[in-house]
């Protein structure tokens, strides 16, 4: 599998820094990742942080019949990068149409859980969520059962845009959809089928408030934090809202937003995920954003900031920048 580091420069966000302060006492330069963390278009950025390293697995953005493979770039420091070209590619996976997206990525074990969206499903079609596995989290990734793990639409979500959450007592949980619907379904055993809820139900449907796409789900200090975006994907009203819970289930009562466009910097801010880092309360949100003047749908980068918890448990509002985030240690 081909990989390269990736040593991102960005020349306004360093003359910023320095016009700024972004010098210490002794003169240094502050080094930061910069935004877009690297070259090339890409989107629905998946993080997580394995091994002490961050992954992010995002989309390749362009038109459905060219989303034909996935990349992956990886961090210690969410500063430097590395580039694995291709870690799943459409040719391994038998049932696949058109366009390949929005990944979601689990490791238990020694086994790395890829799931991805495909074919862009509709009623009566062949398509949906799909999962691969591999023992290196670079892949190459093989599709785990020669079909999708989710096919039907059920309550009008369109099965794609998934992201698989494990909570405290070992319970993984599956959220989904698109079409402005989203569902969430428990995960078997094999982190590769669903199992009923204990009321012998397969799927729940929790749509908030204005919910269009792109769930997430975070929990701290007990609080379940769920995310989502609304708006169109391919214009400057994209955005990420939230709500919170003291259960995985809801309901789920809008909040507010947290990411959106910034005149001054980028427009179409969404698609997130969040890490965490080693520092108590450190997390930081993965997203795609349109830089400015951009009129292609298709033109989408990945970006990174900074996530603040207010103290009563609320989330500040994000700042999206140039300069991105300093280095820091990860779990």
Not at 5 to 24: P, R
Not at 46 to 63: D, F, K, L, Q
């Amino acid at each position: 599998m081909r990989s390269k580091t990736i040593q991102v420069f960005h020349f306004a966000a360093l003359s910023l820094l320095l016009l700024s302060a972004g010098c210490n006492g002794g003169g240094k330069v502050t080094e930061t990742s910069g935004n877009p963390l690297w070259e090339g278009w890409y989107a629905d950025p998946e993080g997580v942080v394995m091994n002490g390293e961050c992954w992010i697995y995002p989309t390749t953005s362009a038109r459905y019949r060219q989303q034909r493979w996935l990349d992956a770039f990886s961090s210690r420091d969410l500063v430097h990068w590395t580039k694995h070209e291709r870690v799943l590619i459409a040719d391994s996976i038998s049932w696949f149409r058109q366009a390949l997206w929005a990944p979601a990525m689990v490791k238990r074990g020694d086994t790395y859980y890829l799931y991805f969206a495909a074919n862009d499903v509709h009623e009566g079609e062949v398509g949906g969520i799909g999962v691969a596995t591999a023992k290196n989290p670079a892949g190459p990734f093989s599709d785990a059962l020669g079909k999708p793990l989710i096919n039907d639409i059920v309550g009008g979500a369109q099965p794609i845009d998934q992201f698989v959450f494990r909570d405290d007592d070992g319970e993984y949980y599956m959220y989904y959809g698109g079409w402005g619907h989203c569902n969430v379904v428990r995960m078997g055993e094999d982190l590769s089928s669903i199992r009923p809820f204990p009321d012998g139900t397969m799927f729940r449907e929790i749509t908030p408030e204005n919910y269009v796409e792109g769930p997430f789900m975070l929990k701290r200090n007990g609080t379940y934090y769920f995310m989502w975006s609304e708006g169109g994907w391919t214009g400057p009203s994209y955005h990420v809202a939230y709500a919170m819970a003291d259960n995985p289930f809801g309901p789920f009562r809008r909040v507010g937003t947290i990411l959106e466009s910034d005149p001054d910097v980028a427009t179409g801010a969404g698609h997130h995920s969040v890490i965490k880092a080693r520092g108590k309360d450190e997390y930081y949100i993965i997203y795609h954003r349109r830089p400015l003047g951009e009129t292609d749908g298709n033109h989408r980068v990945t970006c990174i900031d900074r996530l603040v918890f207010e103290k009563d448990g609320t989330i500040r509002p994000v700042k999206i920048t140039f300069e991105g985030v300093a280095k820091t240690r990860l779990k």
